[in-house]
Every structure is written in C-alpha cells, then in structure tokens.
C-alpha cells in the first residue's frame, strides 16, 4: 500500500497524538469506568507504536546512508 509523503511521514505523530487522547480520556472519564484499563491499554499501544516506527525509520535511514555511501566510494 502507497501512503503520499506528508501522510507517512506523520505517522508516528499521529499515533502519539491517539496515545495521548485516549490516556487523557481515562483520566476525564475516572479511573473507575469499566472502559478506563481498554483506554489506557489503547494509550500505550498508541505511544509505543510510535516509538517503533520512529526507531525503525532511523535504523532504516542510517542504513540507507551507509549504503549509498559505499556504493559512491566503489565508482
């Protein structure tokens, strides 16, 4: 599947910002609601995706780097 640019980009801001709602919305709805552990569940899952695909999208550029410069280094 094709994601235009300044969509797959946002992605992980975009997960973060979900995370950060649904842990405010335990909070706005008590801790006490039958809902509140799903929500909180969903929050976190939320903010750890982010951080994943933030770290895989570093791992994959450095790679990117290190290879494009070895193959200019060859030439």
Same mark, same amino acid.
């Given at each position: 599947?094709?994601?235009?640019?300044?969509?797959?980009?946002? #992605?992980?801001?975009?997960?973060?910002?979900?995370? =950060?709602?649904?842990? $405010?919305?335990?909070?706005?709805?008590?801790?006490? /609601?039958?809902?509140?552990?799903?929500? #909180?569940?969903?929050?976190?899952?939320?903010?750890? =995706?982010?951080?994943? $695909?933030?770290?895989?999208?570093?791992?994959?550029? /450095?790679?990117?780097?290190?290879?494009?410069?070895?193959?200019?280094?060859?030439?």
């Amino acid at each position: 599947m094709w994601l235009p640019e300044p969509v797959y980009k946002s #992605l992980p801001t975009l997960y973060a910002f979900m995370g =950060a709602c649904f842990i $405010v919305g335990v909070f706005y709805l008590g801790l006490d /609601a039958p809902m509140s552990p799903v929500y #909180l569940a969903m929050g976190l899952v939320s903010i750890l =995706a982010s951080i994943t $695909v933030t770290i895989w999208r570093s791992k994959h550029a /450095a790679k990117t780097q290190r290879a494009d410069s070895d193959d200019e280094q060859t030439t």
